[in-house]
């Protein structure tokens, strides 16, 4: 599936803003995001599994915060970075 | 030799350089846009670089150079604590690093923000939970978990290795106290008899202080020296109570702030930038007037050290941002929040700013590079 990426982490990505990734749950996904992107997975998601806290996943335009919610090869998933610093 | 001067901010790394210590060249900035708590140079092989960094979104990292700065390498494993933590901690800053032992090259210590200590031994690539500490049946105790009464968050800072012993290790936490072990973080001990703690009932604790920095001097490694929240300390280990030496500072500037700097050859010699701790703790100089204190008598006396210093200023100098190199006379350096590096070559006698409008400097560390 295809996987949006946010700017902050597309130094990971050589800079591209879309990436493939594979999994049948969007936890899965990220695991693959960081096969295939080494360090990637550690900046939106903490040692605990969560969701960092100024990072949003959205799974087909819902923001999903829920790493063992199934997707398919069909769904899309955009990561963003929340509002926030200064 | 090329003098360093690694310069963490809050928006990036700057390095500045210099041969001859009169004239910096300053590169930067390396990583803008992330918070750069602190920089470090392997003073055992004055090769190897390695940065705590985060940024306001993405988690904590640390990223490794081997060419003082031009090319960067991410952690293969970075400091985290273990999944499945019973106390679900997840690190949210590195905020400390420290070289290890002569004997083990490529052992680093790195605190962080909650308090977990975490350890390398291949020059920063991969880390693993200090599980001595991380997982002591007192952790939560001493860290005051999960309160975290520190402003920006509690943090675990200088970590200090005995150079007679790399199994021999100390910390800061801020707050908690000073801890001590003798078995490679196996087991520790608070260390803080002789400390105050005055915003605690009593005042006297076994821990749950505030240092801000501690220290050991090198050629006299039973000799520790502490900026606490409360005050100047010195310990002499074979004793094990700290002494207020701060007690000897002018009344009027106080004896609070954040760093404390040794003298290389000198265990009597330190340098502290006093900052107001009155009132609501405005974390500025004194009156505005900025300067350091020097005591070459192991803080029997101080003297104000302000020459070249600007009359009126309203910056802090954080824990992490004043350093001595080892030159003769000794090079004293120090980083302000208002984006300002300044260099005295000759002891603290007198100063002048080697860079002005960088981000707010949280480090600066002096580093002599290799060949």
Known sequence: MKVRIPTPLRSYTEQRAEVDADGATLGEVLVDLDRRYPGIRFRMVDEQGQIRKHMKVFLNGESERDLDVAVGDADEVVIMQALSGG | MTAMLLVGTRKGLWIASSEDRRSWGVEGPMFLGHVMQHAVLDPRDGRTLLVATRTGHLGPTVFRSDDFGRSWSEATHPPQFAAGDPLERSLRAVFWLTPGHADEPG????????????????????WAPVDGWNDHPMWATWAEWPEENTPDGSML????????????LYLGLSAGGVFESTDTGGDWKPLNAGCLALFQPD???EFGHDPHCVRLHPLRPDRLYQQN???IYRMERTDGRWIRIGDNMPRDVGDIGFPIELHPRDPDTAWVFPMDGTDVWPRTSPDGRPAAYVTRDAGESWTRCDSG????????????AMTVDDGDPVGVYFGTTSGELWASTDEGASWRPIAEHLPEIFSVEHGTRAA
């Open chain 2, 107 to 126: 052992v680093w210590y790195a605190g962080g923000t909650p308090q977990g200590l975490f350890r390398t031994e291949d020059a920063g690539d991969t």
């Open chain 2, 203 to 205: 005042p006297e604790p």
């Open chain 2, 309 to 320: 210093m600007p009359e009126q200023a309203w910056y802090t100098v954080k824990r992490q």
């Open chain 2, 229 to 231: 929240h409360c005050g």
């Open chain 2, 157 to 168: 800072h200088s970590v200090v290795v005995d150079p007679r012993d790399p199994s021999h």
